[in-house]
């Protein structure tokens, strides 16, 4: 079992930069051998795919509608991933959701209880 808890959210101002986090615990010595995300759903809307990393190699992936304005990174000491979100948007305004997969497979199975994120023009 993976226990999953996100911090960081709030309100921010347009243009400005914010940092989650997302504390892992449980079975963390399987860790390495699986992709940690962010998703986020806005009011109305589906779910969205934001970022990934695969905790082993670091390799990364980004949503198009954040590419290039957010980075995904973790700290294996302390068993956190975080999400360094800049120049936001206010259609970047949504509740954050970190999420991680069972093992290798790209399938999300464990979520955390989300962070909203509000971003006020």
Known sequence: ?????????GLVQAEGSLRLSCAASGRTR???????GWFRQAPGKEREF????????GVTRYGD???????ISRDNAKNTVYLEMNRLKTEDTAVY?????RDAVYVFDYWGQGTQVTVSS
Request: overall charge positive.
């Open 65 to 71: 509608s954040v590419k290039g304005r957010c980075t």
């Open 1 to 9: 079992q993976v226990q999953l808890v996100e911090s960081g959210g």
């Open 30 to 36: 399987t860790f390495s051998n699986r992709h940690m």
């Open 97 to 101: 959701y970190c999420a991680a997969t």
């Open 50 to 57: 934001v970022a990934s990393i695969l905790w082993s190699s």
